[in-house]
């Protein structure tokens, strides 16, 4: 589990959006920017799923930690 951007992963800087014929610039620029935000968004949704399965596992642990010690008289 790491929040690091996998490898051939392009910086959102170098992201660019499909030429499309016939925009005008106002509309490609407009057009390009929606890409990168929906690019932002994907990924932190993509960190925010590592993040919840990392805790979810820290319950895990700390449930078992916890009958452990019941186990022992504590």
Do not use: T
């Not at 890409?35 to 932002?40: A, D």
Request: charge should be neutral; hydrophobic fraction near 40%.
């Amino acid at each position: 589990m790491s929040l690091e951007a996998p490898r051939g992963r392009k910086r959102i800087e170098e992201v660019r959006c499909p030429a499309v014929k016939g925009l005008s610039d106002d509309i490609y620029h407009i057009l390009h920017h929606s890409f990168v935000h929906i690019l932002k968004m994907r990924r932190s949704i993509e960190s925010a799923d590592v993040l919840i399965e990392a805790s979810m596992e820290a319950i895990l642990q700390s449930r078992e930690v916890l009958k452990r010690v019941q186990d022992d008289g504590f």
